[in-house]
């Protein structure tokens, strides 16, 4: 047996200066989600083989280090939250439906060098610039963002 390219995704738009360091694939494989050298993260639909939305994260991101879908076993492996972690050693945890911000780990003093979260999206767990590990409850970083919209609504 041997390996053959199936397909190839067109190269980012002219228009964009990105040059795809990292990637990552939603559990169902429908998206595909790149990002490098650039605040802009891509976003393409695998099935049509097409760019379907580009996200501009924040000024002070100047590049995208790592990129991974956070596991919800109740959206079907569509994974809609994906960890962005950037060069400022920030990891930011945005829906790519909405294009929110919904958290976010490490700082500019205590920041990532690198992370991994755990296969049912319960724990992340990261590795500091200054070799610590920190492992990252997902539960009680989203029960944050919770008590914020709560507190919005009244």
Not at 22 to 50: M, P, Y
Not at 67 to 91: H, T, Y
């Amino acid at each position: 047996d041997t390996l053959f390219c199936k397909y190839q995704l067109p190269a980012p738009p002219e228009s964009s200066s990105i040059l795809y360091k990292v990637f990552a694939v939603t559990r169902d494989g429908r998206i595909l989600a790149a990002g490098g050298k650039s605040n802009h993260l891509h976003l393409w639909c695998l099935e049509a083989r097409q760019l379907f939305r580009i996200i501009q994260m924040p000024t002070k991101v100047r590049a995208i280090r790592h990129l991974e879908f956070l596991p919800d076993s109740f959206d079907a492996g569509s994974n809609q939250v994906l960890g962005v972690l950037s060069q400022d050693g920030i990891m930011r945890f945005i829906n790519i439906q909405t294009c929110k911000l919904l958290f976010e780990i490490g700082s500019l003093d205590e920041g990532i060098s690198s992370s991994a979260i755990s296969p049912h999206g319960r724990y992340i767990a990261s590795i500091m610039e200054n070799g610590s590990l920190n492992i990252y409850s997902v539960q009680a970083l989203t029960q944050e963002i919770n008590k914020e919209e709560v507190r919005a609504q009244n």
